[in-house]
């Protein structure tokens, strides 16, 4: 199965300037201002300003504080509290917090896990074009966790998130294709795909594209660009690559290892994006 979004921010905060549907200027104005206060980390000024929003029924409100509950900003962390403010906004269509509450089911926070739950908020939220939301459906559909296994399907909802520039969505489309599942086996669009994530700073895509260098697929064999891919991954968190690494420095000489650190000290997020594919 690949990884749905790591379960870090509990939910997505609204922003300033996404703000609808506020129900007229003074609700639009109150939640730029709690807005903008969570930004500064004053949580006991957000929550004074959300809860009655929320209480009046502003199902951005219910969703910000949502995210607070689950996150423990200005309260104490309470998940069945945050599922309650979460179902509050997805009952009236709030994407995000359709998606958060999909994710509270899957990774069974403040409920029991539920995949089925948890596929019928993800397509909720992701029919209204939510990525996050998009890419955990695919997941489920690749797996077959509370919906029949489809390929076809996972690779229908990856698509549709990573090009939205979803990183883990790209990522994840990459696999399809390197693997074909679901769809042709393509190296060539596995590769454009990782690398329009790996040029977001994603782990997975970096890890593999070390493998495609290393195993030369769809690119010449280069270990040295393998190492440069797999360190990439070790210092953005992967413990997987961490053995790789290990494993691929015995085979290189000092000098190839003077080029990789080379490599790898000079890329910088936001590379190649030339090379990310055209939705």
Do not use: C
Request: hydrophobic share 45%.
């Amino acid at each position: 199965m690949r990884p749905v979004a790591a379960f870090i921010a509990l939910g997505a905060f609204a922003l300033a300037g996404a703000l609808a549907p506020a129900h007229g200027a003074d609700e639009a104005a109150s939640l730029a201002a709690a807005a903008a206060a969570h930004a500064r980390h004053d949580y006991a000024e957000a929550l004074k300003l959300l809860r009655p929003l929320a209480a009046a029924g502003n199902a951005v409100a219910q969703n910000d504080l949502g995210v607070m509950f689950a996150n423990g900003e200005g309260v104490a962390r309470n998940y069945g509290e945050a599922m309650n403010w979460y179902r509050r906004s997805a009952e009236q269509g709030y994407a995000d917090a359709a998606s958060s509450l999909g994710l509270m089911y899957a990774e069974g926070r403040g409920v029991r896990r539920n995949d089925a739950e948890a596929v019928r908020w993800y397509r909720v939220a992701a029919e209204k074009g939510n990525a996050m939301a998009a890419n955990n459906l695919g997941a489920k559909y690749e797996a077959g966790e509370g919906v029949r296994k489809d390929a076809a399907e996972a690779l229908r909802w990856y698509r549709m998130a990573a090009e939205q520039g979803y990183p883990e969505a790209q990522s994840n489309l990459g696999s399809m294709y390197a693997d074909g599942t679901g769809v042709a086996e393509d190296d060539a669009e596995a590769l454009r795909w990782y690398r329009a994530a790996a040029a977001q700073g994603n782990a997975d895509a970096l890890e593999n594209l070390a493998l495609m260098y290393l195993d030369g697929q769809g690119v010449p064999a280069d270990p040295v660009e393998a190492y440069k891919w797999v360190s990439l991954a070790v210092e953005r968190g992967s413990t997987e690559a961490i053995k790789a690494r290990e494993s691929l420095a015995r085979t290189l000489n000092l000098d190839q290892l003077s080029e990789a650190h080379r490599r790898a000290a000079a890329w910088r997020p936001g590379a190649n994006q030339e090379q990310q594919p055209k939705p």
